[in-house]
Every structure is written in structure tokens, then in C-alpha cells.
T-cell receptor, first 113, second 113 residues
Framework: GENVEQHPSTLSVQEGDSAVIKCTYS??????FPWYKQELGKRPQLIID?????GEKKDQRIAVTLNKTAKHFSLHITETQPEDSAVYFC????????????FGSGTRLSIRP | EAQVTQNPRYLITVTGKKLTVTCSQN?????MSWYRQDPGLGLRQIYY???????DKGDVPEGYKVSRKEKRNFPLILESPSPNQTSLYFC????????????FGNGTRLTVT
């Protein structure tokens, strides 16, 4: 079945610097790629998503890029702030149906003051 | 307010004592799903439902049951809980569409002794 690999598992960056998290997948027909943020003790919440017909999407300090040929997509956070500290999950919805949503294993991002 | 409501938030039980975790959504979503979250393993899908009376296994269904008698409710049943089912559980819902993001409940932390 489909598999999503997420790297790195932990990431520590200086406040104000950028952070990049990458996910690779195997099913070339996958066409929806959301990213979720989970703050400590809270539920995962969608922060940005991208469809396969788009190469990049931005929302203020957050951007997602998709490379369908290489089968990877990445989350970029610029000008990091303390409130960006959280666990981030990439995901995709299987193309064969809308039924299965597969998550990466998560990246714990820490912002150093 | 649009939301997914899970109960209880915390549950401590003993091996073999049947329990049910409830999940309800008020967004008229067709799709509902249960995940368990364990350190280093991300979010793994237990069961999902595409609509009323339609359910299917996810990646880790052993030891769990679900039912979908009404569109808004999707309870998770552990007939005979075991210690390896100690975990953080999330219910989620979405429209049944490939590009529809998940909305998560607040989670249920289950401990089985």
C-alpha cells in the first residue's frame, strides 16, 4: 500500500530562521497533500494543503511545495516564532479512493530563543 | 460551532473490561475515521466509514470495533482491552472527497492496566 516517509523526526532552529520538513511518497497517482500541526496536548489541525495540479502554495510564513515527478512535498516555515513549536504531520489521501488518509510519522519542531 | 466531539478525554481501565469511546460531528460529514497516536509512529488509522452503515478496516484494526448507525456518530468499541491498546485516540471527520481535509476531535487518552 501507500507509504509516506517524513524527515527529519526532530528539528531545532533558531528563532527567526527557516524550517523545512520533507515527505516522500510512493503512489504517483496521489493528488492531495495536507499538512497538520499538533501543539502539545492538542488535536492536529490543518495548516496548509496542496492539490497535485499546483506546484507551490503560500500562506503568510508557511509554504508547501510539491514535486510530483520526484514524489515529494515539503513544508517551509520562514521567520520562525516560538508559537511554531509543535509536531507537524504530512499526509496524503489515497488516489484509488477518498477513503484512506495516510500520515507521516511526524516532525517535532523546536524554536530556540 | 462546527466540531468533532469525543468522550471521554481520559480513561483508565483494566484488561478485559469492555469500553466505548464516543465520537460525534455536527458538520454533516460523510467520512469519519479513528486514529491512534503513539510516539514515533504518527497517526495510524484504525477504522473508517464512508457513510452510514459503511465501515472498513484501516491499518491497525485488531482489537477494535466500530459502528455507523447514524451519520453524526462513530463510536469506537474495545471489547476486551489489552495494555498494548494504551494510546492516544483521535476521531476525525471530513467530506467524502479526495481533497477534503480532516477535522479532529480533542482526543481520548486511554490507559489499560
Amino acid at each position: 500500500g501507500e507509504n509516506v516517509e517524513q524527515h527529519p523526526s526532530t528539528l531545532s532552529v533558531q528563532e527567526g530562521d527557516s524550517a523545512v520538513i520533507k515527505c516522500t511518497y510512493s503512489d504517483s497517482a496521489s493528488n492531495y497533500f495536507p499538512w497538520y500541526k499538533q501543539e502539545l496536548g492538542k488535536r492536529p489541525q490543518l495548516i496548509i494543503d496542496i492539490r497535485s495540479n499546483v506546484g507551490e502554495k503560500k500562506d503568510q510564513r508557511i509554504a508547501v511545495t510539491l514535486n510530483k515527478t520526484a514524489k515529494h512535498f515539503s513544508l517551509h516555515i520562514t521567520e520562525t516564532q516560538p508559537e511554531d513549536s509543535a509536531v507537524y504531520f504530512c499526509a496524503l489521501r489515497e488516489s484509488s479512493s477518498a477513503s484512506k488518509i495516510i500520515f507521516g510519522s511526524g516532525t517535532r519542531l523546536s524554536i530556540r530563543p | 460551532e462546527a466540531q468533532v466531539t469525543q468522550n471521554p478525554r481520559y480513561l483508565i481501565t483494566v484488561t478485559g473490561k469492555k469500553l466505548t469511546v464516543t465520537c460525534s460531528q455536527n458538520m454533516n460529514h460523510e467520512y469519519m475515521s479513528w486514529y491512534r497516536q503513539d510516539p514515533g509512529l504518527g497517526l495510524r488509522q484504525i477504522y473508517y466509514s464512508m457513510n452510514v452503515e459503511v465501515t472498513d478496516k484501516g491499518d491497525v484494526p485488531e482489537g477494535y470495533k466500530v459502528s455507523r448507525k447514524e451519520k453524526r456518530n462513530f463510536p469506537l468499541i474495545l471489547e476486551s482491552p489489552s495494555p498494548n491498546q494504551t494510546s492516544l485516540y483521535f476521531c476525525a471527520s471530513s467530506l467524502y472527497r479526495v481533497d477534503s481535509p480532516l477535522h479532529f476531535g480533542n482526543g481520548t487518552r486511554l490507559t489499560v492496566t
